[in-house]
C-alpha cells in the first residue's frame, strides 16, 4: 500500500525511546523526513545514529515538554530547518496513577502539562504552518483509561480524558483546512517504564510482562511497533477519511469502543 509519506516532515514530540522510536523508524522508512525532540540527549543520540542509517534526514532536540518555550523553540526550529511539517505525533508522557488522595497539586499539574499542554501547545505551534499548506496530520498519544477510568487512576486518566476532548473538538475546526486529527488510546505496551516497574518489584522484566500478560484477551503486552503502525497509518494517504478518531491498541482490554 502506497503510504505517501515520501519526502513528508514528521514531527514527533517524546521520541526517543519505546513507541517514539519505533514510530520514528517506521516513518524513516516510509521516507519521510524526522524531527523528534525528548529530555534525554545520549538517547536521542543514539536514536539519531540509528535513524541515520537508514539514510533518513532527521533532527533532534533535547527538550523538556512540560515547559512551553522549550516545546516551541523545538517546532520553530523544525519549520526552519525543513520549511513545513505534515505530521505531528504527540507522545510526551508518563505513567503517573494512584489513588485521588495521594496526588497534590504539583503532581497534578506536572501531569497536565506533559500530557495536555504538549498537546495544545505542539498543535497550536504547527497549525499555521498546516493551514498554509492545505493539509495535515495530527496524532494524540492516549491511553485505554482515559474512555474508562478505574479507580486510583489519577490524575493519568482525567488528564489523558482531557486530550480525547481536546483532539475531538479540534479535529472539527480545522477539518475544512485538510487537517486531520486522531488520537490512540493504548493498553498495555512494553515500555521503559515497564522495565521501571519492573525494577521496583525486583523482578525481570520478563517476570513482569508474564505477570500483566493475563490482563489482556490477547494474553501478551503490544510491541511498540505495532503502536508505531498505527500511527502511520493515521499520518499516512491510506487514512484520508479519518478524523476525531480514537483507535484502541490495546490487545482488547478495553471494555469500551
Known amino acids: 500500500m502506497e503510504l505517501g509519506l515520501s519526502g513528508r516532515v514528521a514531527v514527533i514530540v517524546g521520541g526517543s525511546t519505546g513507541i517514539g522510536r519505533a514510530t520514528a523508524l517506521r516513518f524513516a522508512a516510509e521516507g519521510a523526513k524526522l524531527s523528534i525532540c525528548a529530555r534525554r540527549p545520549e538517547v536521542l543520540a543514539r536514536l539519531a545514529a540509528e535513524i541515520t542509517g537508514t539514510g533518513a534526514e532527521l533532527m533532534t532536540v533535547a527538550a523538556d515538554v512540560s515547559r512551553a518555550g522549550e516545546l516551541e523553540q523545538f517546532i520553530s526550529a523544525t519549520a526552519k530547518r525543513f ?4 505530521v505531528l505525533v504527540n507522545n510526551a508522557g508518563s505513567t503517573s496513577q494512584g489513588p485521588f488522595a495521594e496526588a497534590d497539586d504539583a503532581k497534578w499539574q506536572y501531569d497536565l502539562e506533559v500530557k495536555l499542554m504538549a498537546q495544545v501547545r505542539a498543535s497550536r505551534a504547527v497549525l499555521p504552518l498546516m493551514r498554509a499548506q492545505g493539509r495535515g496530520r495530527i496524532v494524540n498519544i492516549s491511553m485505554a ?4 477510568p478505574h479507580a486510583a487512576s489519577f490524575p493519568t486518566s482525567v488528564s489523558r480524558a482531557a486530550g480525547l476532548a481536546f483532539t ?5 475546526e480545522v477539518a475544512a483546512d485538510g487537517i486531520l486529527v486522531n488520537a490512540i488510546a493504548l493498553g498495555w505496551i512494553k515500555s521503559h517504564q515497564q522495565e521501571l516497574r519492573a525494577r521496583q518489584a525486583g523482578l525481570t522484566i520478563e517476570e513482569h510482562y508474564r505477570q500483566l500478560a493475563p490482563k489482556v484477551p490477547l494474553q501478551r503486552l503490544g510491541e511498540p511497533d505495532e503502536v508505531a503502525r498505527v500511527i502511520v497509518f493515521l499520518a499516512s494517504a491510506a487514512a484520508s477519511y479519518v478524523t476525531g478518531s480514537c483507535i484502541n491498541v490495546d490487545g482488547g482490554t478495553s471494555g469500551v469502543l
Not at 483509561?145 to 474508562?148: D, I, P, S, V
Not at 475531538?168 to 472539527?172: D, E, G, T
Open 83 to 86: 520549511g513545513r511539517i505534515d
Open 145 to 148: 483509561g482515559a474512555k474508562q
Open 168 to 172: 475531538k473538538a479540534l479535529s472539527k
